[in-house]
Structures are given as structure tokens and as C-alpha cells.
């Protein structure tokens, strides 16, 4: 097996007891078919960084846009910036989940890699998930319904019929 021939050649990695489930409640899903411990590497990605106006002008209007990470750039000016960046490979295919989150990651802006690593022991047959953060595009699926307005509480708890 060749290896990186400099120190600026990235070894790739990935966990090799995983596959992609395609009907899971929020769709295709990463799975474990071995257990794997925890701070074990799953992954790590290539990125591919958009441009700020190539995001703005074409990917906003495509399903690529719910698939990419804010991603950290200094602009012509030298000034931050944040853009957008595909994660290749299975980064893309995460789920969010903040109440069983299972997998962290970690950027890497120059190299261009993002790392994933097992947050925990994930048993086999347990969904791979990250965080995505707390500016989400969709209705998170693990939040918790909003708590009920005590009046009404207390209405429903007086319409219980005890026998």
C-alpha cells in the first residue's frame, strides 16, 4: 500500500463497517454494521468550497444548497467570510440529531478536509449522526413538542373522566 508521499498529502480514512439506509424517517441515513468505539475516525472528507457569488447566484436555487456547510474563507479583501462547501464523500450523508448525536466533526480550512469521529461506542445497526448546529432549513425531527400552556393543562387534566 503506497503512502502520502509529503506531509501535505492527506491519507484518506473511512470506517469500513458502515452503509446507507434509504428509507429512515429523515430519509437516507448512515448506519454501523460493526460497533464502533468511541474517538474512532469514521471519515474524513475532501471539501470542495463555493464561491460567495456562485452560492449566491446558483446553488441557494438547487437541492445542493441543503447539503453544504458554512465554511470559513477570507474574501479579495482579506476580510472573513463565510461560504459554502460540499463535503464529498459520506459527510454529506449524516442526519442531524442534538439528542443522539453520535459523531462529531471537525474542520480542517487548509487542508480542505473535515474529520468525523465517534462521539461514543455506536452499537451495530445504530444511525450515524452529527449536529448540523442551531440555524436549521428544516423542522427538526428529535426536538421535543412545544410544552403545553398550563391553562390549558389544566383543561385537559379536569376533562379525565376517573371511574
Not at 26 to 44: D, H, L, N, Q, S
Not at 123 to 137: A, D, K, M, Q
Amino acid at each position: 500500500m503506497a503512502t502520502p508521499s509529503n506531509k501535505t498529502d492527506i491519507p484518506l480514512q473511512r470506517f469500513p463497517h458502515l452503509y446507507i439506509k434509504v428509507d429512515t424517517p429523515k430519509g437516507r441515513g448512515v448506519f454501523a454494521t460493526e460497533i464502533i468505539p468511541a474517538k474512532t475516525v469514521i471519515e474524513v472528507c475532501p471539501v470542495l468550497v463555493l464561491g460567495l457569488d456562485e452560492n449566491k447566484k446558483h446553488i441557494e436555487y438547487t437541492s445542493l444548497y441543503h447539503y453544504t456547510y458554512n465554511w470559513p474563507i477570507l474574501d479579495d479583501f482579506g476580510k472573513k467570510q463565510v461560504a459554502q462547501a460540499v463535503i464529498l464523500g459520506l459527510g454529506s450523508m449524516f442526519n442531524h440529531s442534538n439528542q443522539n448525536q453520535n459523531v462529531v466533526w471537525e474542520r480542517d480550512p487548509e487542508r480542505l478536509i473535515i474529520t468525523y469521529k465517534a462521539l461514543r461506542d455506536i452499537p451495530v445497526g445504530e444511525e450515524l449522526c452529527i449536529s448540523y448546529g442551531s440555524h436549521l432549513t428544516f423542522k427538526d425531527t428529535d426536538d421535543a413538542p412545544d410544552p403545553m400552556d398550563p391553562d390549558e393543562e389544566l383543561e385537559q387534566l379536569n376533562s379525565i373522566q376517573i371511574d
